[in-house]
């Protein structure tokens, strides 16, 4: 019977390596298995990503430059109800200084992320990115600061952004509104996916694995959504909870599943830019290792300065936040060079071919 049951989810593998797309019934079918395939799934995973990007793996420079945030999602620890977040923001001169501690430790992107400021206007952040590309002309810029109009993200690309990081959190609207207050909305969430394509950033889009009132179903949709966007970058993380939400008491996401989504959206995108995260790398001491065996390429260390790196916590436990920029790096690729790949110092854009 378990044999059986593995030669049918093995030849799904084999099926969705070959059409890069499954139904959704057959991804719910291996994702409900997934103890029976995942190490067949894994070594597909790595095969396909190995045959595009070979043995590098690209490093992305965390800045993260304001814990300030308009939103209220459940899940996260630095949302506006949270009256215990200590708040912070950096200035643009605090900014440039962890860019170039970056740029000398070997990162070419930055990813400026932060929750949804409103001190930073159009004009300071088209500001911090000009800065930045003037002294780093060689580096990408990725902005991960939430959801605004169009014409913003258009200035922002204008003064130089490269890529953008939105994770749509969920594909399935009814999930959507369960994890998030109703002054926010799925449908805008998505149309700020689409504008960033429209302008032509480099999109990442995202979601958390074992989220409150999730499903397999869902799982499997977000599969669906993904092939439909095509973002050139996939980030997914499980699910922590953090003490001062709403969802303080519920369980969180697991390494199993999301090192099985990581190798499903592996083989559905073969070319996507897909990083083992930090929030993998807290719930499991090995987590990111085991991330970029199971199809991952990209790590974002953190390159904040140390004294906020307590500050920015989206959930509880997260690791490195006693860490220099140096240590940290330093870590990371003793850490990775146990898996048989190497850090490399490179922009890492896409790879469409
Ligand atoms: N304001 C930006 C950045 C949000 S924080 C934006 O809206 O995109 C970056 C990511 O952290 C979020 O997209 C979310 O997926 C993740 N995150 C937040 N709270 C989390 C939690 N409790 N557990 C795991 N990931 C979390």
Same mark, same amino acid.
């Given at each position: 019977m378990q044999k059986q049951l593995t030669t049918t989810c093995n030849q799904l593998i084999d099926k969705l390596r070959k059409e890069k797309i499954l139904k959704k019934e057959e991804y719910l079918c291996l994702i409900k298995n997934k103890r029976d395939c995942s190490e067949y799934l894994y070594k597909n995973a790595r095969e396909v990503c190995d045959s595009i990007y070979g043995k590098d793996i690209y490093i992305r420079g965390l800045i993260e430059? *304001? =814990?300030?945030?308009? =939103?209220?999602? !459940?899940?996260? &620890? !630095?949302? %506006? #109800? =949270?009256?215990?977040a200590d708040r912070y923001r950096l200035t643009v001169e605090q900014i440039l200084d962890c860019a170039n501690q970056g740029y000398n430790l070997g990162f070419r992107t930055f990813v400026l992320q932060g929750g949804?400021? &409103?001190?930073? #206007?159009d004009e300071i952040l088209e500001e911090i990115v000009r800065k930045i590309k003037l002294k780093y002309p060689d580096c990408a810029i990725t902005l991960s600061i939430g959801e605004r109009s169009f014409e913003s993200y258009k200035r922002l690309k204008k003064a130089g952004a490269d890529r953008y990081l939105l994770r749509h959190? *969920?594909?399935?609207k009814k999930h959507y509104e369960k994890i998030h207050p109703n002054t926010m909305s799925y449908d805008n969430r998505i149309r700020c996916l689409y504008d960033l394509k429209e302008l032509e950033y480099q999109v990442g889009a995202g979601f958390m694995v074992g #989220?409150?009132?999730? *499903?397999v179903e869902n799982l499997a949709e977000e599969l669906l959504f993904l092939k439909k966007l095509n973002p050139n970058m996939c980030g997914i993380g499980p699910f922590v909870s953090h003490k001062d939400t709403p969802f303080k008491n519920e369980k969180s996401g697991t390494v199993e599943m999301t090192l099985f989504m990581l190798g499903l959206i592996r083989l559905t995108l073969p070319n996507v830019l897909l990083p083992a995260t930090t929030a993998l790398g807290t719930i499991d001491p090995l987590g990111r290792e085991k991330g970029i065996k199971a199809g991952a390429n990209v790590l974002m260390p953190n390159l904040s300065p140390s004294n906020v790196r307590e500050k920015?916590?989206?959930?509880? =436990? %997260? !690791?490195? !936040? &006693?860490?220099?920029a140096a240590q940290c790096i330093k870590c990371l690729k003793t850490r990775i060079s146990t898996t048989g790949y190497n850090i490399v110092v490179d922009r890492g854009d896409y790879k469409s071919i």
């Amino acid at each position: 019977m378990q044999k059986q049951l593995t030669t049918t989810c093995n030849q799904l593998i084999d099926k969705l390596r070959k059409e890069k797309i499954l139904k959704k019934e057959e991804y719910l079918c291996l994702i409900k298995n997934k103890r029976d395939c995942s190490e067949y799934l894994y070594k597909n995973a790595r095969e396909v990503c190995d045959s595009i990007y070979g043995k590098d793996i690209y490093i992305r420079g965390l800045i993260e430059f *304001t =814990n300030y945030c308009k =939103n209220d999602c !459940i899940y996260c &620890g !630095i949302r %506006k #109800s =949270n009256k215990n977040a200590d708040r912070y923001r950096l200035t643009v001169e605090q900014i440039l200084d962890c860019a170039n501690q970056g740029y000398n430790l070997g990162f070419r992107t930055f990813v400026l992320q932060g929750g949804e400021d &409103g001190f930073y #206007s159009d004009e300071i952040l088209e500001e911090i990115v000009r800065k930045i590309k003037l002294k780093y002309p060689d580096c990408a810029i990725t902005l991960s600061i939430g959801e605004r109009s169009f014409e913003s993200y258009k200035r922002l690309k204008k003064a130089g952004a490269d890529r953008y990081l939105l994770r749509h959190e *969920t594909a399935n609207k009814k999930h959507y509104e369960k994890i998030h207050p109703n002054t926010m909305s799925y449908d805008n969430r998505i149309r700020c996916l689409y504008d960033l394509k429209e302008l032509e950033y480099q999109v990442g889009a995202g979601f958390m694995v074992g #989220s409150p009132y999730q *499903t397999v179903e869902n799982l499997a949709e977000e599969l669906l959504f993904l092939k439909k966007l095509n973002p050139n970058m996939c980030g997914i993380g499980p699910f922590v909870s953090h003490k001062d939400t709403p969802f303080k008491n519920e369980k969180s996401g697991t390494v199993e599943m999301t090192l099985f989504m990581l190798g499903l959206i592996r083989l559905t995108l073969p070319n996507v830019l897909l990083p083992a995260t930090t929030a993998l790398g807290t719930i499991d001491p090995l987590g990111r290792e085991k991330g970029i065996k199971a199809g991952a390429n990209v790590l974002m260390p953190n390159l904040s300065p140390s004294n906020v790196r307590e500050k920015y916590m989206l959930y509880d =436990n %997260k !690791i490195c !936040i &006693g860490d220099e920029a140096a240590q940290c790096i330093k870590c990371l690729k003793t850490r990775i060079s146990t898996t048989g790949y190497n850090i490399v110092v490179d922009r890492g854009d896409y790879k469409s071919i």
